[in-house]
């Protein structure tokens, strides 16, 4: 293959914090919520490029963030161990901080899948599961993980149903939920099991579920990651490496295996993980200073733009463009050729299924 051209120059530049950009998700309305050091979450309008919002509550730099899939919230964490929930339609925020979310730095936030469950990890080795509910005093800690570790990152998967019983309309599934913890010598494999109702009506069909919490501990990846992401038929696990092993990984989830070989192009840490709506492009930023596009059928590296500074974060808009920032303070916007999309749907047997996207940087 030959080798591929760094692109340097952004289609549009987003600026306006006054340091380096964590983190950066987008909501289904086309607007994108960015997170800095500067203390400070920002919501832009990504159809005319133009900031809304100015969101202020934290006291010291914000180092984690994620974007509930119904769009509903917004939860930020910062190195003080505080944690924010915001609505994600107003940008304002729920009511007080939670000041001791953890005892030290949140360094990851993840929803699941139905936005029932909050998962917050941090530097003080704990992992803990948030019950989510639209009135404010509720949010509680349902559960508490010791990791053993820093912890790095934290992923959801996609839910797993299958059909267990049948009431007339109301038709009963067992589903099964995994959540991922990555820590600097390992990756941690939970269990969480929820039941979910499937209601057949007149003009939508409808799933109810329980929040997905941990039940059991069932694999262990003795390997240090800082960054994760689930194929959208979660019996895939991408990991991204460290500056010693700055490789991408593929885990089967059947197995708890490695498939094929590392996916190798960085050159340090892979602080960001991304894939896009269809399931069959990976996003990759790095302190390298580059963002990689990925071909998930053949593994190759189809793109490559290239920042001035350390990338942290990466993510993908509803228009198909990259979004990713970094030490440089600013968000890029990256075009994806026609020319590099795969055809048809997606391969490998990647299940499309409706994801929010969402990038969270590891610690640096």
């Not at 020319?339 to 499309?352: A, F, H, I, S």
Request: with cysteine.
């Amino acid at each position: 293959m030959a080798a591929l051209t760094p692109n340097t120059t952004p289609i549009r530049v987003f600026e306006d914090h006054r340091d380096r950009v964590i983190a950066v998700a987008t909501l289904r309305d086309e607007r994108m919520v960015t997170a800095s050091y500067d203390r400070m979450l920002r919501l832009w309008d990504l159809k005319t490029g133009l900031m809304l919002k100015k969101m202020e509550g934290h006291h010291s730099r914000v180092r984690a963030l994620a974007v509930s899939p119904d769009g509903n919230w917004i939860a930020s964490g910062d190195e003080s161990g505080v944690l924010i929930i915001w609505d994600g339609k107003t940008g304002e925020p729920l009511n007080q901080a939670i000041d001791k979310a953890h005892d030290d730095c949140i360094f990851s936030l993840d929803f699941s899948s139905n936005s029932m469950a909050l998962a917050s990890g941090s530097s003080d080795t704990t992992t803990k599961l948030w019950r989510t509910t639209s009135e404010w005093p509720h949010w509680q800690v349902q559960h508490s993980l010791t990791c053993g570790g820093i912890v790095r990152c934290i992923r959801y998967s996609p839910r797993i149903c299958s059909q267990s019983n049948d009431y007339g309309s109301h038709n009963n599934w067992h589903c099964q939920v995994l959540l991922a913890i990555a820590t600097d010598h390992k990756v941690q494999i939970y269990q969480c099991y929820t039941s979910c109702q499937y209601h057949h009506g007149d003009y939508d069909d409808e799933y109810r579920y329980t929040p997905p919490f941990p039940t059991r501990s069932i694999a262990i990846i003795y390997e240090g990651f800082n960054s994760l992401a689930w194929t959208l038929d979660g019996r895939r696990l991408l990991s991204g490496g460290n500056g010693v092993d700055p490789t991408v990984r593929e885990w089967d989830t059947s197995t708890w295996k490695q498939v094929g070989d590392p996916w190798k192009g960085h050159f340090n840490n892979i602080h960001a993980i991304s894939l896009n709506s269809s399931g069959t492009l990976l996003a990759t930023g790095s302190h390298d200073n580059r963002v990689r596009l990925w071909r998930l059928s053949d593994r190759q590296t189809i793109a490559i733009f290239k920042h001035s500074v350390a990338v942290n974060c990466v993510t993908f808009s509803a228009n198909k463009h990259i979004l990713s920032g970094g030490v440089d303070k600013k968000i890029s916007e990256w075009p994806i050729s026609e020319d590099t999309l795969p055809e048809g749907g997606p391969k490998d047997g990647l299940m499309k299924e409706r994801t929010t996207h969402q990038a969270i940087s590891s610690p640096l």
